[in-house]
């Protein structure tokens, strides 16, 4: 019985310590193998996410966010070719049912204008619908407990709803897991201009996206990993063909 009992005790031990040595880390680089982009991530020392920049072939942008006193996110501005196009979004958080989102464009490529946008959030601060200018449905996006996109849903301007897309997660953690402050509609109100970021919104990795499309059918995307000891993802695959691969810093 005591010997029986010292076994469970060492296998606790042994698990708790399995769990504590897992390192926490913050992605630093995406490599994205085929459109030959690079994403380089920065942060403060309170582990927030400060920059990114993205530099490829025919890309070049250079995203700066700050934060309020309170660790919300209050500003992010997006500077595109060196000066040639600049957004610069400041946050609101003073209606139950919205954020503002104030953006102010400039830059070579653009006059400056000033332009006011409604972020709709969960209970969860997670992005739950965008709307046209006119106040009509756009985007429906639908979470799991994980706070994982499952189900992406895109309206036309008449109100149909032209693509679906379906999506599955794994157990391990997300490559944004470990930032701290960003909140969780970020990443999903920039998943079709970031697309790099589109299979980890939320606290795992995609596995599987299906998209039915109004125009063109259906089309399922197997997307798997390679990970590190700690859990985090090194490598992701789609159909078997590496797509990119990712670097970390321990925190």
């Known amino acids: 019985m005591k010997k029986a009992l010292a076994l469970v005790l060492f296998s606790l031990l042994c698990l708790n310590f399995s769990i504590d040595a897992q390192t926490k880390k913050l992605i630093i680089e995406i490599n994205s193998i ?11 020392s309170k582990n927030q996410l400060i920059y990114i920049e993205e530099k490829g072939p025919i890309i070049f942008r250079e995203f700066t966010l700050k934060y309020d006193k309170n660790g919300k996110l209050a500003e992010c501005l997006i500077n595109r ?5 600049i957004n610069n979004s400041k946050f609101m958080y003073d209606n139950n049912e919205y954020i503002t989102e104030e953006v102010k464009s400039s830059g070579k490529q ?24 006119d106040g009509n449905l756009w985007e429906m996006f639908s979470y799991d407990n994980h706070n994982n996109l499952v189900k992406y849903s895109v309206h036309s301007i008449s109100g149909k709803e032209d693509i679906v897309v379906d999506y599955s997660f794994d157990t391990k953690k997300s ?77």
């Not at 085929?34 to 403060?44: A, C, F, I, R």
């Not at 070719?81 to 196009?85: F, L």
């Not at 997307?223 to 993802?233: G, H, K, Q």
Request: proline share 2%; aromatic share 16%; net charge negative.
């Open 34 to 44: 085929q459109s030959k982009e690079v994403v380089s991530l920065k942060y403060n």
């Open 81 to 85: 070719d060196r000066g040639e196009a």
């Open 110 to 133: 653009l006059r400056k204008i000033t332009e006011y946008n409604k972020i709709y959030t969960d209970n969860s601060d997670r992005l739950s619908k965008t709307t046209f200018e």
């Open 175 to 251: 490559i944004f897991s470990s930032i701290e402050g960003l909140p969780l509609w970020f990443w999903t109100l920039h998943m079709n201009n970031m697309k790099w970021c589109s299979d980890f919104l939320g606290h795992n990795n995609a596995i599987e996206a299906t998209t039915l499309d109004s125009r063109f059918g259906t089309d399922t995307k197997d997307i798997t990993y390679e990970y590190d000891a700690d859990n985090y993802p090194i490598k992701q695959y789609y159909d078997g063909v590496l797509a990119k691969e990712f670097k970390y810093k321990a925190i």
